[in-house]
């Protein structure tokens, strides 16, 4: 059975770095013809999906949060990861990693993905 678990720092003061981990269990992440993608929910809002990455290594953006976002694949771990850098209060969110069987066409529609984790609450504060 495929599991996707986030963890992470559950606050990140102004401007530093967020980094979260995506541990995946029940599938060889660069195996088959999946992407893992990173998605969030700021409070009180809709999904916003931040970028994934492929099972060959490469990786897609959100143009909004290109500049500030990075995600890689840790095979040996079997883990996906992401940060974000010079967080902002804007950052606060449920985020989320979860897995599609082909490039996502709708990044925001739940049903592009057929594994989500459960998600990990980031708070930004001083």
């Known amino acids: 059975q495929v599991q996707l678990q986030e963890s992470g720092p559950g606050l990140v003061k102004p401007w530093q770095t967020l980094s979260l981990t995506c541990t995946v269990s029940g599938v060889s992440i660069p195996t088959g013809w999946y992407y893992w993608s990173w998605i969030r929910q700021p409070p009180g809002k809709g999904l916003e999906w931040m970028g994934l990455i492929g099972y060959s290594g490469s990786t897609y953006?959100?143009?909004?949060?290109?500049?500030?976002?990075?995600?890689?694949?840790?095979?040996?771990?079997?883990?996906?990861?992401?940060?974000?850098?010079?967080?902002?209060?804007?950052?606060?969110?449920?985020?989320?990693?979860?897995?599609?069987?082909r490039f996502p066409s709708r990044p925001e529609a739940p049903d592009e993905y057929d594994y989500w984790g459960q998600g990990t609450q980031v708070t930004w504060g001083p």
């Open 61 to 101: 953006y959100s143009p909004s949060l290109k500049s500030r976002t990075s995600i890689h694949m840790d095979t040996s771990k079997n883990q996906i990861t992401l940060q974000l850098v010079s967080v902002t209060p804007e950052d606060t969110a449920v985020y989320y990693c979860a897995r599609s069987g």
